[in-house]
């Protein structure tokens, strides 16, 4: 079955830097855009980053545009979240999942998604 899963959660100091994993298996996802979705307590999960695995076309969060990148390593079937500059409201649970090309980036539009990697931002 498809399973995405998560790494590179943790505690990092504000100003600071992290890298999220998200390993992908179970099936070919050449047609499937990868992303980035986080949610902090008592909030409704958002869009931060999505990559396509074919083209490697990005799209970002205004929230953290400029700060953030995501790539994959299609020999990996891993997608990857750097993070920098983090700020204490980037503090949340980050989920990995993934849509069909021609789908929006609504998390509603999303097949499969990852269990989740805490990212704390102390001040």
């Known amino acids: 079955q498809v399973q995405l899963v998560e790494s590179g959660g943790g505690l990092v100091q504000a100003g600071g830097s992290l890298r999220l994993s998200c390993a992908a298996s179970?099936?070919?996802?050449?047609?499937?855009?990868m992303g980035w979705f986080r949610q902090a307590p008592g909030k409704e999960r958002e869009f931060v980053a999505a990559i396509s695995w074919s083209t490697g076309t990005t799209d970002y969060a205004d929230s953290v545009k400029g700060r953030f990148t995501i790539s994959r390593d299609n020999a990996k079937n891993t997608v990857y979240l750097q993070m920098n500059s983090l700020k204490p409201e980037d503090a949340a649970v980050y989920y990995c999942?993934?849509?069909?090309?021609?789908?929006?980036?609504?998390?509603?539009?999303?097949?499969?998604w990852g269990q989740g990697t805490q990212v704390t931002v102390s001040s």
């Open positions: 179970g099936r070919t996802f050449s047609s499937y855009v």
């Open positions: 999942a993934a849509r069909p090309r021609f789908a929006s980036h609504s998390p509603g539009n999303y097949d499969y």
